[in-house]
C-alpha cells in the first residue's frame, strides 16, 4: 500500500454500503442584485411538470397522520396524452485532485490525479436504455419514459403504442455539451490506483465539498461547474441536466461513511431581464457511470445514472412525499426507495 494518506485499497467499495442523499434545492442570491427583481416574478422559469395527488393512509415526517398526498412530476399531465420532449444536456466533468500546495497532485508512479469522463463514458451511457429505446414489457421506449407510463397505465393505457409522436411519452433528447473541471483540495478526496500506477479505478469525495464546487453560490458565479454551464447557455431552466462522471462517488466526512451514489436536485436562480425577472429553476441530476466489478453485485453500468434520472422524473423539485414505505434490494440488502 502507498504512503500516500489519500490513497485506498482497489477493494475498498467491495464493502461499501450504499447511502441515500437527498440533496435540497440549491438557491443562491444574485450578488448586488435589488430584493425587488426577485419579488417581481409572478411565475418560475423551469421544465414542463404537473401535478397531481393521491390518497392514502400514512403519517407525515412529523409522525401525524396523512392521508392526502400532492405530487409534481416531469412531463405533461398523463391525462393529455401527449408526448412531452426534453433537451436533456450531457455536462462530462473531470475530477483534478490537488496536492497540498494547489496543484494537481499525482500518484506514486507521477501520473496526474485526474479522473476524466472522456468518450467511451459518454458513449457507453449514451448507448444505454436511458437514451437508448428497449423492450420492456410496456413498450419499446427508454427507461424514464417506460416507467412513467407504467405509472400511470390506468390513465392512459397502451393503445398508443410505442410511438414517440403518439400518446403519453415523456422523452429524453441527449446533447453532450462543453465538458467542465471540478478540482478538490486535499484532504477532501480519496482514490484508488489502476494497476499500471494511473489514475484511477475510483475516486471518493467529501459530498459537501462537492456540492460546494458543483453548485453556484452566487447567480453569477462561473467558478463552478454548473455556474459556468449555466452562463455558457449549456444548462437551461427547460432542460433536464445530467452531469456525467465516471466512477467518482461520495461520502459523508470519513470515507468509511461511504458511498453515494448519485443525487439530484435543483439550483434555484434569480431572474434576468431576458426572462421578465422569473425565478428559474435549473434541475439537474449527477451520476457516475460505474465500471463493473468495483461494488458488490447488483452495481454497474448505469446504475446511479438511472436510478438519479428515474428520481428525478417523479420528484424534480425534491418537495414530494410519500407514505412511510422500504425496498429492500435482494442483492445488496440496501434500501434504493426512496421517500422524496
Not at 207 to 230: C, K, Q, S, W
Request: glycine share 8%; hydrophobic share 35%; net charge negative.
Amino acid at each position: 500500500m502507498s504512503s500516500d494518506p489519500a490513497q485506498v485499497s482497489p477493494k475498498f467499495l467491495q464493502s461499501a454500503r450504499v447511502k441515500q442523499a437527498r440533496q435540497p434545492a440549491h438557491t443562491a442570491p444574485l450578488a448586488g442584485a435589488p430584493k425587488a427583481a426577485a419579488a417581481a416574478a409572478s411565475t418560475i422559469d423551469t421544465l414542463v411538470n404537473f401535478s397531481g395527488q393521491f390518497t392514502t393512509p400514512g403519517f407525515d415526517s412529523d409522525g401525524n397522520p396523512q392521508s392526502v398526498w400532492p405530487y409534481t412530476m416531469v412531463g405533461r399531465d398523463p391525462r393529455l396524452n401527449r408526448t412531452t420532449r426534453f433537451q436533456n444536456p450531457i455536462i462530462p466533468v473531470t475530477v483534478e485532485m490537488l496536492d497540498r500546495s494547489g496543484n494537481v497532485a499525482t500518484t506514486a508512479t507521477g501520473a496526474p490525479l485526474r479522473m476524466v469522463a472522456g468518450q467511451d463514458t459518454i458513449d457507453l451511457t449514451l448507448n444505454s436504455p436511458i437514451y437508448q429505446k428497449f423492450p420492456f414489457t410496456n413498450g419499446n421506449t427508454q427507461i424514464t419514459d417506460g416507467m412513467m407510463r407504467a405509472m400511470f397505465f390506468r390513465t392512459v393505457g397502451d393503445g398508443d403504442g410505442d410511438r414517440d409522436d403518439q400518446g403519453y411519452h415523456t422523452v429524453l433528447e441527449p446533447h453532450v455539451k462543453t465538458a467542465r473541471t471540478l478540482q478538490l483540495p486535499f484532504g477532501t478526496y480519496r482514490f484508488a490506483p489502476k494497476a499500471d500506477g494511473s489514475c484511477c479505478l475510483f475516486v471518493l469525495a467529501d459530498i459537501n465539498e462537492f456540492a460546494n464546487r458543483l453548485f453556484p453560490p452566487t447567480g453569477d458565479d462561473t467558478t463552478t461547474v454548473m455556474g459556468a454551464a449555466e452562463h455558457a447557455g449549456d444548462m437551461r431552466p427547460a432542460d433536464i441536466t445530467t452531469l456525467l462522471f465516471r466512477d467518482v462517488y461520495l461520502f459523508f466526512g470519513d470515507p468509511s461513511n461511504c458511498c453515494v451514489l448519485g443525487f439530484h436536485s435543483v439550483d434555484v436562480e434569480p431572474g434576468t431581464r431576458q426572462n421578465g425577472n422569473r425565478e428559474r429553476d435549473f434541475v439537474m441530476n449527477y451520476a457516475s457511470y460505474m465500471t463493473d466489478g468495483l461494488f458488490g453485485g447488483g452495481f454497474t453500468d448505469i446504475t446511479a445514472a438511472s436510478h438519479e434520472m428515474a428520481e428525478l422524473f417523479a420528484d424534480p423539485f425534491i418537495n414530494n412525499a410519500t407514505p412511510w414505505w422500504l425496498s429492500i434490494d435482494p442483492f445488496s440488502g440496501n434500501a434504493l426507495c426512496q421517500n422524496n
